[in-house]
């Protein structure tokens, strides 16, 4: 009969077992343990895990010790997989089947080597060193968020998305390669983007691509249902943004100056207009009566800093 590597016998593993609070398993004559249930291991100071395991039919949280590795993991876990808050550079040893929530956010991933090819649920890589996004998952049924890495490619991504795409606070100077489609929200926010080509066709929700380096907004989706900001860029025009938006549109501090020269693009946007969206844009004149006057909206008068002609 087979044992663990880390055990001599059988007897190890049930003490091992009852130290760290796991009741119903099985221990299969390879040595790995199975359990009808969920494993919890959050916070114990671990450089690796106690046993080699199986299949889990719950969750199996290892969040938040010091583990270098994922070797002794479950191949299967029925529910969420996280391992948040560790040392991991890499995810190879994890479960190739996860049948919930799968997060690895905060650790030291370089690589995303060893994910499961589809998840049901949502996937999380955010705060870790990785460049890139191959070898992730190529199926995602919620939502997957890459942010605060050092991402400079969105290729190796899921293609389409039910729930949000968080690509934020990375190195990205394209979004090629992206989802086509999101279900809900959509962020590239603090990126190196000089142009949206490649983004989503359709954001179900809000689109944010604040503080980017972004000179035009081609490329942007055909549809938003829900706001969409493009704060702090470098916009000289509004032209090419989306043809619907469902919310609100946002285009504090960019250089823009001459408002009413953006009319032909914007005016389908004028309901929507909160004019606090306009703040630092350096608009010098706002000639928005006539074109307001259409609409019966009012021009405000009380946005300090601004020249009315």
């Known amino acids: 009969m087979k044992h663990l590597k880390l055990f001599e016998n059988f007897s190890d593993i049930d003490s091992i077992c009852k130290k760290y609070g796991i009741g119903n398993y099985t221990v299969n004559s390879d040595g790995n343990v199975d359990i009808d249930g969920d494993i919890n291991l959050e916070g114990r100071g671990l450089t690796k895990l106690p046993i080699k395991f199986g299949k889990v039919r719950g969750f199996f949280n290892c969040d938040n010790n010091k583990l270098i590795s994922l070797d002794g993991c479950p191949n299967s876990v029925g529910g969420d997989f996280l391992c948040r808050g560790n040392e991991l550079t890499s995810l190879l040893g994890g479960p190739k089947e ?52 050092k991402l400079t490619s969105l290729v190796g991504c899921p293609s389409i998305l039910s729930g949000d795409f968080f690509c934020n606070e990375n190195q990205l100077k394209s979004l090629k390669g992206g989802p086509i489609e999101v ?127």
């Not at 060193?129 to 605060?148: A, D, I, W």
């Not at 909160?274 to 844009?281: E, M």
Request: contains cysteine; negative net charge; charged residues 20%.
């Open 98 to 149: 996860v049948g919930g929530y799968y997060n690895c956010v905060n650790n030291k991933l370089t690589s995303l080597e060893g994910c499961p090819n589809s998840l049901d649920a949502y996937f999380s890589c955010s705060h870790n060193q990785l460049t890139s996004l191959r070898g992730g998952p190529k199926e995602v049924s919620g939502s997957f968020t890459c942010n605060n890495n």
């Open 183 to 309: 279900g809900s929200y959509f962020d590239c926010s603090g990126n190196q983007l000089k142009s949206l080509e490649g983004s989503p066709n359709s954001v179900g929700y809000n689109f944010y691509c604040n503080k980017n380096q972004l000179i035009s907004l081609e490329g942007s989706p055909i549809y938003v249902g829900g706001y969409f900001s493009c704060n702090s860029n470098q916009l000289m025009s509004l032209d090419g943004s989306p043809k619907e938006i469902g919310g609100d549109f946002s285009c504090i501090n960019n250089p823009i100056e001459d408002i009413y020269d953006l009319f032909g693009s914007y005016k389908k946007y004028l309901n929507s207009l909160d004019y606090g969206y306009l703040r630092g844009t350096n608009i010098v004149k706002l000639r928005f009566k006539e074109a307001l006057e259409e609409i019966g909206k009012k021009v405000p008068y009380d946005i300090p800093g601004y020249k009315y002609i």
